[in-house]
């Protein structure tokens, strides 16, 4: 039957009186009162304009297993002991600590009944990972791959499912075998004023895909949205190599896939090594012969053990506080409402940087001597003071580098050895080119390389057969 026109208007306007007030229902289903979202939001809201409005909140998550030399106790007494001088408007951080061994780790019960009644509150949650089938050799993109890089890469990827329930904007990702240095978080204020200021002024459009202020799987901040993509990059791909290798790839954009996914997001490296390592090998499975050497606190972000672009760019970015320069402040720039706490960061090392050595002590060994060799007595407690291309070029020409201008004020005359799985060498010369090390607390007056003369500390006179 065919309605009248009035009748056809009448069930136009119900209609749209019907949409209208489902539309209502719907808006405040979804955006519900601000007390109501305050109650249900989830761990997994992230977004842009949350952030813009309130302190990013930030999980530090510590991935524990039984070692010899139980570590996790002491990391998180080092990562609470001065997260107080972290001010509520930077940031907000819960602590989560995951044992992947269930009833093997006694130093995790005892430490989780430890932090029952620590004033900073840590989450202890045991995680059951997958076995890797312990006959299975895979050929590897690198080298071989073998049941104890498959069974990393699962534990791994166990850890980081735990870790989604739990994470809101920012995850800080840790291993139990890695302490915070002193004045570690005054540093970290830093690197979260630098992406605040960052994104505020569209210098950086977009979040990056990581930051890194340490080595291996220790001092990485990663976005919480990321995780499931990072999971199902390792799932798909850990048959290739050791779990170190395939996720620098990823986040640094080296694969098709990392770059589908983060598109411009660039990785960021912060100068400064925020973390102390405990360990002594890496899963890269390098030379292990001798004394491995890592980045020590505040050494330069420099080693071997990281894929290229995970590290710290020392040649183009020496003047800046992160790498790629295209995205970094100056390192001299002035944070007058940071300078009070930034002084808390500043341990040894710094301390050392002012130490003026007399020229006269200073002396460069021949080629393969050690400094014990080269000096009577070595002082070797100040070796990181004349760690420094300044100190080279009072004794020495140095070739100048081609990627920056070298200056007598620069120390872009002189390459970094990041070299792990060699003992670091601090100042030296191999030919005509200076290098200084990144590996500052790991220098020692008995090491040598051959081909390569030491740029000594000596306390009594150097010993005659040595004299450069």
Known sequence: MRLLSGERLILLLSLSSLLLLLLVVLT????GSPQTLSATT??????????????????????????????????????TAELSLVPPSVASFSFLAVNLRPGEHSHFESTRHEFNSSQVHVEFKDVVSVKADPSRVYPGKWREVRPA?????????????????????????????????PGMW????????????????????????????????????????????????????MHEGALDSLLGEFWTRSVPEGQAFFKDRPQLVYHLNLFQHSGAFSTRDLNASGRCSYPGCYDPLVTT????????????????????????????????????????????LHQLQKVTVPQEMLVLGQEGLSCHEVCSTCAEWLLPAINHCSDLKQVTECATMNTVAASDDSEGACEVDGVIHLPALGASVRGSVCSVSSLSNSITCATKRESTRRLCLCLTPHNPQTRP
């Open 28 to 31: 405040v289903l979804l955006q």
């Open 42 to 79: 989830t761990v997994t809201t992230n977004t842009a304009a949350i952030e813009h409005s309130q302190p990013p909140r930030i999980l530090v998550s510590l991935l524990s297993i039984p070692r010899t030399r139980p570590c996790l106790r002491t990391t998180l007494k080092s990562l």
């Open 149 to 181: 890089d498959i069974q990393l890469s699962l534990d791994w990827m166990a850890y980081i499912e735990e870790v989604k329930t739990h994470c809101a904007d920012w995850l800080l990702l840790m291993e139990d075998d890695f302490t915070a240095c």
């Open 186 to 237: 005054a540093h970290m204020v830093r690197v979260l004023d630098f992406l605040r200021v960052t994104r505020a002024h569209g210098v950086l459009t977009n979040f990056p895909s990581m930051v890194r202020i340490s080595f291996g799987h220790s001092g990485l901040l990663l976005r919480c949205a990321d995780l499931d993509r990072f999971l199902a990059f390792v799932k798909d791909y």
């Open 305 to 348: 053990s990281l894929t290229p672009g995970e590290g710290f760019d020392t040649a183009r970015c020496h003047n800046f506080d992160f790498s790629p320069c295209e995205w970094a402040t100056p390192l001299l720039r002035d944070h007058p409402d940071l300078h009070e706490l930034l002084q808390a960061g500043k341990g040894l």
